[in-house]
T-cell receptor
Framework: GAVVSQHPSWVICKSGTSVKIECRSL??????MFWYRQFPKQSLMLMAT?????????EQGVEKDKFLINHASLTLSTLTVTSAHPEDSSFYIC???????????FGPGTRLTVT | AQTVTQSQPEMSVQEAETVTLSCTYD???????LFWYKQPPSRQMILVIR??????QNATENRFSVNFQKAAKSFSLKISDSQLGDAAMYFC??????????FGKGTRLSVIA
């Protein structure tokens, strides 16, 4: 149980275009999901907290107009990178909080490459 | 600000031997959770072990155990009988109060055959 999926696993897009990444909790409902960004050989950096039915809370330094987060249902959160640029190339990971209210379950990640 | 320190960027261990990865954190909370995650080359985050701060007994999961020293704010991970599949990045992550997980910088573990 407690499986989280992400789609796509790898995406290549051209500079200036937008790309959407989906995060789904497959066998549980998640009122809270998190989005992380990870550069090569670095740790996970929290970008935002996504709560179902409300606006996401962004960490300091994260542009909310560039990284749009929508948590429209208890099993789906989406991250849209708008007007992507090469510096947005990174590994994006989502996680969802389980039923017990504290443990996070992680998706497999999405590699974004902006050319 | 919450801080997590993993002071060993890289560690290596011989197969079948034991290795300990260190982690210290800073918090004023009294009740919280502590996690160790493993990130293999696939980059999937895998939960290795969790510890509830209110429990005095150290958590154990098969070959993985922790040494939790609450007063010292220390949470080390011991891997016994190391296997080649244990090679990965290991992240310490406290869950403190109502804040999201805070990840340390990680320790890259190599296992030598």
């Amino acid at each position: 149980g407690a499986v989280v999926s992400q789609h796509p696993s790898w995406v290549i897009c051209k500079s200036g275009t937008s790309v959407k990444i989906e995060c789904r909790s497959l066998d549980f409902q998640a009122t809270t999901m998190f989005w992380y960004r990870q550069f090569p050989k670095q740790s996970l950096m929290l970008m935002a907290t996504s709560n179902e039915g409300s606006k996401a809370t962004y960490e300091q330094g994260v542009e909310k107009d560039k990284f749009l987060i929508n948590h429209a249902s208890l099993t789906l959160s989406t991250l849209t990178v708008t007007s992507a640029h090469p510096e947005d190339s990174s590994f994006y990971i989502c996680s969802a909080v389980g039923d017990q209210g504290y443990e996070q379950y992680f998706g497999p990640g999405t590699r974004l490459t902006v050319t | 600000a919450q801080t997590v320190t993993q002071s060993q960027p890289e560690m290596s261990v011989q197969e079948a031997e034991t290795v300990t990865l260190s982690c210290t954190y800073d918090t004023s909370e009294s009740d919280y959770y502590l996690f160790w995650y493993k990130q293999p080359p696939s980059r999937q985050m895998i939960l290795v072990i969790r510890q509830e701060a209110y429990k005095q007994q150290n958590a154990t999961e098969n070959r993985f155990s922790v040494n939790f020293q609450k007063a010292a704010k220390s949470f080390s991970l011991k891997i016994s009988d190391s296997q080649l599949g244990d090679a990965a990045m290991y992240f310490c992550a406290p869950l403190l109060g109502n804040t999201p997980l805070v990840f340390g910088k990680g320790t890259r573990l190599s296992v030598i055959a």
